[in-house]
């Protein structure tokens, strides 16, 4: 049987690819150190845990509105609305399965084939896979290492042509960890203004920003033409597996979208809406706490990266990646490409990480350091053995 060319357009997220060949090794009984899942490690705190079952005792378990139940939408407003002076209608925020859904279903509602979609480098993964799939044309907007990986709006502009249809962008990011300025994110938003193209700004990682950086959000602008804000609640309450995220945006847009969402996977779950509902009106005090530990892991792991010879690290500004540029050991010992280097750290040092190929650069690796202090000791311990080797 012939595969369709959308299909064949794209290929398995290779950070999950990552995550399953660590399982592979764990489940044999090696102990890897895990830096490839780009999940928390904490638990989703008690109060979110304690709604869902309340909501399955009292038999919330059935289908609920495609777009998500009112209350969760008031939440998801609300939450909005408190951290950033956003003032979204209900008509502008749809919830979704997962902030993926959010972002598949507003590439598939805009883009036609041969549209363009200009994409900061280095771009999350499922970006890039997702434009292909709906037959969009990536166009890449190179960053600077040294500049922090820094996405300047004026750059941006630079790419639009009439074809320009969507800009993507993510502060803080995956992988770098870069943050784009507020200032910075109001012009990319005056350039989408000015050519009438939309701009998808996500929020995922939102509320992880160090050294006293202060959370913030394009909301806050009375724009519905060319801003959609895409969000989840996966990372900032610990919550990857309940699979529950949001779009806030245009109304017409949301309903495209959700005409998407009717046939594919229909609500996000029942329970796990009600469980949402909390993590957004309840203390938020578990992020805070989140935030700190993340914050001192951080700062240890580029510690620890930067006593590596040959070894080049920015020092990450959100979100729980790092992103160290490894280029000193490519083309030594065999190692052809930062894969293959992945490939042979997993097989002989036994720590799982995922190349930067896998996010458009050539000489780096990510880090995600969502895991425990001990972990990222023992991971560094390895790596500066398996480095110091070649
Ligand atoms: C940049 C970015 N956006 C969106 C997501 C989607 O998260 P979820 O679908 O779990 O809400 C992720 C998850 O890794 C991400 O890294």
Request: charged fraction near 25%; charge should be neutral; aromatic fraction near 8%.
């Amino acid at each position: 049987m012939e595969l369709s060319q959308r299909i064949s357009r794209i290929s398995v997220s290779s950070t999950l690819a990552v995550v399953q060949k660590a399982a592979k090794l764990k489940a044999s009984g090696i102990k890897v150190v895990d830096f490839g899942a780009g999940e928390p490690d904490f638990p989703t705190p008690d109060s979110i845990k304690k709604a869902a079952v309340e909501a399955l005792n009292q038999n919330f378990t059935k289908y609920t509105p495609t777009g998500g139940i009112p209350e969760l939408k008031q939440a998801v407003i609300g939450r909005h609305a408190k951290d950033f002076g956003s003032t979204y209608a209900v008509e502008e925020c749809l919830v979704t399965v997962g902030g993926k859904q959010a972002i598949f279903e507003a590439v598939a509602a805009t883009i036609n084939h041969g549209d363009e979609v200009i994409l900061p480098v280095p771009y999350w993964v499922s970006f890039l896979d997702i434009v292909n799939y709906a037959g969009g044309r990536p166009v890449m907007l190179e960053t600077r290492e040294e500049d922090g990986f820094a996405v300047k709006a004026e750059e941006v502009e630079k790419l639009v042509t009439p074809k320009t249809k969507l800009i993507i962008v993510n502060s803080p990011n995956n992988p770098t960890g870069a943050v784009i300025p507020p200032e910075e994110m109001e012009k990319l938003l005056a350039v989408a203004e000015r050519h009438n193209i939309l701009l998808m700004s996500d929020e995922c990682y939102c509320q992880f920003l160090y050294d006293g950086r202060k959370p913030f959000s394009l909301g806050h602008s009375s724009n519905r033409e060319n801003l959609l804000i895409v969000g989840s609640l996966s990372k900032t309450y610990a919550m990857t597996g309940w699979r529950v995220g949001f779009a806030l945006g245009n109304r017409d847009l949301l309903r495209s979208m959700l005409k998407l969402q009717s046939h594919s996977t229909s609500n996000p779950t029942s329970f796990a809406q009600k469980a949402a509902v909390e993590a957004l009106n309840g203390p938020q005090d578990s992020v805070q706490t989140m935030l700190a530990e993340y914050q001192r892991r951080r700062n240890r792991i580029v510690e620890g990266l930067r006593a590596i010879p040959g070894i080049k690290c920015n020092m990450p500004e959100g979100a729980f990646y790092v992103y160290p540029n490894i280029g000193a050991y490519l083309k030594k010992d065999g190692i052809t490409d930062a894969e293959k280097l992945v490939e042979k750290l997993l097989e002989e040092a036994h720590v799982a990480l995922v190349p930067g190929p896998a996010f458009g650069t050539q000489d780096h690796l990510r880090i995600s350091y969502a895991t425990s202090q001990e972990q990222i000791d023992e991971g560094l311990r390895r790596m500066a053995k398996f480095f110091g080797a070649l």
